[in-house]
């Protein structure tokens, strides 16, 4: 049953399960990956995941970086992904710019994020997976109906974490 052209994706939190969180990650020369998540990223890739990133980045919103902050590392951060053997597209990468106080429908715990990527992708979102560092991921992923859900330990890697 279902539908096999359905896409399961593996729904990633940026700073903290991508790239050490060192506190409003903006520019390129701080951004450092967590260490054996490019590996497990290209793993989950080959049984037929497609990565997606969901990152709240109410630094934006709070006037610490620019949305061209964002995208400049964005890009360093995608670049390097295609360097180990990932494939991903701008297209993959959500984020919600606002600040916590705004209400948007966006920013996690809110489901925004997923259900955009879903509706883009034609995500089935049953069969997908999200990693999260956070309360609030974990939270936003199950509000959007997303099926298996990890809370990893912030910039501790995913370790022996199985698909």
Same mark, same amino acid.
Do not use: W
């Given at each position: 049953?279902?539908?096999?052209? &359905?896409?399961?994706?593996?729904?990633? !939190?940026?700073?903290?399960?991508?790239?050490? !969180?060192?506190?409003? $990650?903006?520019?390129?020369? !701080?951004?450092?990956?967590?260490? %054996?998540?490019?590996?497990?990223?290209?793993? #989950? +890739?080959?049984?037929?995941?497609?990565?997606?990133? $969901?990152?709240?980045?109410?630094?934006?919103?709070?006037?610490?970086?620019?949305?061209?902050?964002?995208?400049?590392?964005?890009?360093?951060?995608?670049?390097?992904?295609?360097? #180990?053997?990932?494939?991903?597209?701008? *297209?993959?990468?959500?984020?919600? /710019?606002?600040?916590?106080?705004?209400?948007? #429908?966006?920013?996690?715990?809110? /489901? %925004?994020?997923?259900?955009?990527?879903?509706?883009?992708?034609?995500?089935?979102?049953?069969?997908?997976?999200?990693? %999260?560092?956070? /309360? *609030? !991921?974990?939270? &936003? #992923?199950?509000?959007?109906?997303?099926?298996?859900?990890?809370?990893?330990?912030?910039? +501790? %890697? $995913?370790?022996?974490?199985?698909?």
């Amino acid at each position: 049953m279902g539908d096999r052209a &359905a896409v399961k994706a593996l729904f990633l !939190d940026r700073d903290g399960v991508i790239n050490v !969180d060192h506190g409003y $990650v903006s520019r390129v020369e !701080d951004f450092e990956f967590v260490p %054996g998540i490019l590996d497990f990223i290209k793993t #989950a +890739q080959k049984k037929g995941y497609l990565p997606i990133v $969901v990152t709240n980045q109410s630094g934006i919103g709070r006037g610490y970086y620019s949305c061209e902050d964002f995208e400049k590392l964005t890009d360093h951060m995608l670049e390097k992904m295609r360097e #180990a053997g990932i494939e991903i597209e701008r *297209s993959q990468v959500f984020f919600c /710019p606002h600040d916590p106080d705004e209400g948007c #429908a966006c920013r996690k715990p809110m /489901p %925004g994020m997923f259900l955009e990527a879903a509706e883009k992708f034609g995500i089935d979102m049953k069969n997908s997976i999200m990693i %999260g560092d956070k /309360p *609030s !991921d974990i939270e &936003a #992923a199950k509000r959007a109906g997303v099926g298996r859900t990890f809370l990893v330990e912030k910039n +501790q %890697g $995913v370790g022996e974490l199985k698909l």
